[in-house]
T-cell receptor
């Protein structure tokens, strides 16, 4: 089966600009997660979709971040306007259920300059 | 709330030596535990998982981990390190029986020397 796909793999934007990250989960996985790793820190949870609904968005840092999951398939994470502290690697993961594990994408490295 | 502590942000071993990466967790409910590995310029790859079956879990690439409830630990081991094991390793915890979020440790970077 195809894995979790994220794009772009890298993005460099200026402070104040908008960036949209995309994640295509494994087909049939209802659960989709976004995580972020800021340099030198731990990987932190951002939010969790079950199908198209937000199950848990307790990790979203502020209202500059907007996540959507169209029709329960792919998801986008928009940062608008981007700030310097938003730089990091954004990971997406999908899961059929916890006991099956979570499959991660390769991540998007976002650099805000 | 759940948390994970990985002791040692950097671990260096000689090729052929034992690899031991430490992970302690805190959880008020029965946990599921995971080890992930990240090779340079790649994503997170699942090494192994504990989901309340056998306490000794075998994973890919010769790694294994033992769930010890009394010690709240889930240390990762490999009898003989190989150069290709050089990577960053993450321990993570979640609630058992649900599809809730993973809580990660800060990661341990493993260096393997000749």
């Amino acid at each position: 089966e195809a894995g979790v796909t994220q794009f772009p793999s890298h993005s460099v934007i200026e402070k104040g600009q908008t960036v949209t990250l995309r994640c295509d989960p494994i087909s049939g996985h209802d659960n989709l997660y976004w995580y972020r790793r800021v340099m030198g820190k731990e990987i932190k949870f951002l939010l969790h979709f079950v199908k198209e609904s937000k199950q848990d968005e307790s990790g979203m840092p502020n209202n500059r971040f907007l996540a959507e999951r169209t029709g329960g398939t792919y998801s986008t994470l928009k940062v608008q306007p981007a700030e310097l502290e938003d730089s990091g690697v954004y990971f997406c993961a999908s899961s059929h259920g916890t006991a099956y594990g979570y499959t991660f994408g390769s991540g998007t490295r976002l650099t805000v300059v | 709330a759940q948390s994970v502590t990985q002791l040692g942000s950097h671990v260096s071993v000689s090729e052929g030596a034992l690899v031991l990466l430490r992970c302690n967790y805190s959880s008020s409910v029965p946990p599921y535990l995971f080890w992930y590995v990240q090779y340079p310029n790649q994503g997170l790859q699942l090494l192994l998982k504990y989901t309340s079956a056998a306490t000794l879990v075998k994973g890919i690439n010769g790694f294994e981990a033992e769930f010890k409830k009394s010690e709240t630990s889930f240390h990762l081991t490999k009898p003989s390190a190989h150069m290709s094991d050089a990577a960053e390793y993450f321990c993570a915890v979640t609630r058992s029986g649900t599809a809730s979020k993973l809580t990660f440790g800060t990661g341990t970077r493993l260096q393997v020397t000749l």
